[in-house]
């Protein structure tokens, strides 16, 4: 005799009567728009069609077994809410057996259904929704170094910088790396272009005021590793410069985006100024070790590595801390204190 | 080994090269001159009896006007000691060819400098400013390291390399007018 049982003999949302056979289910209920399980025993031959379409529809049932063995497992779309009758029939004979299938938005029964399905809903990443992450402090740390003046101690004010200071032809400056004071009047510069004293194009230093503090005088002919800082000046100074963009930017939406944007704007105004003094910081470090091993390369070489570890340091530390203390004040109940009488 | 032309000004009047940065050469106007020097300099930069011979040569054509703030204004310089200092100047820096000097006739009226003075163009300014009372250019080439000198003519200009003369050997400084591969092998030697 054909009957319905419980796939997995799972009883919750099945409702087994045993009149069939000992495991037959009668009923069982489906929550709206989910599908569940039912399996048909002894009905290899039979047909099985819903009597109410608009709640339990006849979409095939997306059989996932062969009728071989017997056993047919049919799966049920609860469409709305209502109930239908599931009839398993041979040609147009009597019902062999039937389920009735209560289709409900809330299954309040004392032995509910649990849904087949898990109760979140599938994550479909698409461009749209996938998570943002990404790396604002490095940004930040590469963006400090293309504008920050980085300090070198020792100098008597001479900062390292990828623009010259004072007014300069539209053509621009043929030196991309400077080490300069804040006039830009003592200076140290690394230049490409005709050379009065090689009498060729090389890369080369133009100093002024600075042949003391650096023992390079005016015209020194530098290397390949001189040719590469010069190089990579350049590509510093424009891509420093478009990743401190990004940085803003991302930042920016980061506070539109934020479930609290006050606290966000708090941790970036944080983030950006702890960015420029972990660059000043850490940059003058990195000056005054790089001067020591190699004055003028050396100081540029560590100025900027160590403006970058330090502007990115700088951004994490004061971003976390921020946030933090707005947490904590956030948090912070004042609680008036009861008037009470002057001292007598 | 003797330096033949140590510590000397260095004129050269065929000057061609695009390397002095200083257009094309020569120039189509007026009487242009490369001038050079070969006066010790371990700090960089004009040297400052380098800086005064100038002042003092130019001077001698007329009064001078350099660049300075606001952006688009002169100042005008009438003696040694104020010229000077426009080799100077961080504002508009002699070493980053951010600086010229405008010799000045008398009755001048020029109130401000085009931005074409700036440019590899400089020297096309020259007719342009003539009615105005512009009668010489003086522009710094690559590195300030030498400079272009335009007069409106030649009498000027001769004008100015006797000047030049008489201040430089007051401050102890010789004059030589050389082809421009011996401009380039004295500054290369020069200390």
Known sequence: ?????????????????????????????????????????????????????????????????????????????????????????????????????????????????????????????????????????????????????????????????????????????????????????????????????????????????????????????????????????????????VLLVVGV?????????????????????????????????VGAGGAYLGTAATPGLGTAIGGFVGCVIGGAAGYYAASSAAGVVYDWAEDTIFTPLPPAPAPQ | MSQPHANSFLLCFDAKAPHWQLGPLPPPHGAFALLGWTVPAPDGGVPPAVAATLAEALLALGPLACAARPHGALRLCQNPAEASTLFDSPDYPWWLQGQFALVLAPASTLSAWPASLMATTWASALPELSPVGVIGILRPGVDGAVAGILCRDEALLAAFVSSLQTAAARTGLATHTLDEASFQSALASSP
């Open chain 1, 1 to 241: 005799m054909a009957h319905f049982f419980a796939p997995d003999r799972s009883s919750p949302g099945y409702d087994v009567d045993g009149k069939l056979a000992p495991d037959s289910v009668w009923r069982m209920r489906i929550l709206t728009k989910q599908r569940r399980t039912i399996g048909l025993w002894g009905g290899q031959q039979l047909t099985v069609r819903s009597n109410n379409p608009n709640v339990v529809p006849n979409d095939g049932f997306a059989e996932t077994s062969t009728r071989a063995d017997g056993l047919r497992f049919l799966s049920l779309l609860g469409q709305s809410a209502g109930t239908a009758l599931l009839e398993a029939r041979q040609g147009n004979s009597g019902p062999w057996c039937t389920l009735q299938v209560l289709v409900a938005d809330v299954d309040l029964s004392p032995n509910p259904v649990l849904p087949d399905q898990p109760l979140s809903l599938p994550w479909t990443i698409t461009d749209a929704t996938v998570p943002i992450s990404g790396s604002v402090p490095f940004a930040a740390g590469v963006g400090m170094a293309s504008v920050v003046r980085i300090p070198v101690p020792g100098t008597n004010g001479l900062a390292v910088e990828l623009s010259p200071r004072g007014w300069t032809p539209k053509s621009g400056s043929t030196s991309t790396l400077f080490i300069q004071d804040v006039t830009g009047k003592r200076h140290l510069r690394l230049d490409y272009g005709y050379n009065v004293k090689s009498k060729t194009i090389d890369y080369h230093w133009n100093q002024k005021g600075t042949a003391n503090t650096f023992k390079i005088s005016d015209h020194t002919t530098v290397g390949k590793g001189g040719a590469a800082m010069y190089k990579g000046a350049r590509y510093l100074r424009w891509g420093g410069r």
């Open chain 1, 249 to 281: 930017a991302v930042d920016v939406i980061s506070i539109v985006q934020a479930s609290k944007p006050l606290k966000r704007a708090t941790e970036v105004v944080a983030g950006w100024a702890g960015a420029w003094a972990g660059c000043k910081v």
